[in-house]
Nanobody
Framework: QGQFVESGGALVQTGGSLRLSCVAS????????IGWFRQAPGKGREGVAC?????????RYADSVKGRFAISRDNAKFTVYLQMNELKPEDTAVYFC??????????????????WGQGTQVTVSS
């Protein structure tokens, strides 16, 4: 089946930056649109960003991260990235990536997405 392996999470101060990586293991990244999701303690999973499998300029972002986060992909390296700038305490969460066969992408998780990874912890101190 294959899954993603996320990395790059850390403890940073407000205003700092991180780049998360998500490596596909056991499947071809080219076949999927990819989404980044996050889950904060006591809250539900939230879609953060996604990128199409056809048009890599076709991206979507949650309103809370627009202008601060950027998603990109390098299929040759089986990797999707999430560049996070101007981090805020409310960005604290476990970040996951997942894949969908949809041509476009959606920030709504659920059964359309699979190959979920174990996540990487991002903590932003105030």
């Amino acid at each position: 089946q294959g899954q993603f392996v996320e990395s790059g999470g850390a403890l940073v101060q407000t205003g700092g930056s991180l780049r998360l990586s998500c490596v596909a293991s056991g499947f071809l990244l080219d076949d999927y649109s990819i989404g980044w999701f996050r889950q904060a303690p006591g809250k539900g999973r939230e879609g953060v960003a996604c990128i199409s499998r056809i048009d890599y300029t076709n991206t979507r972002y949650a309103d809370s991260v627009k202008g601060r986060f950027a998603i990109s992909r390098d299929n040759a390296k089986f990797t999707v990235y999430l560049q996070m700038n101007e981090l805020k305490p409310e960005d604290t969460a476990v970040y996951f990536c997942a894949a969908t066969e949809l041509v476009g992408c959606t920030l709504v998780g659920g059964p359309t997405y699979g190959h979920w990874g174990q996540g990487t912890q991002v903590t932003v101190s105030s």
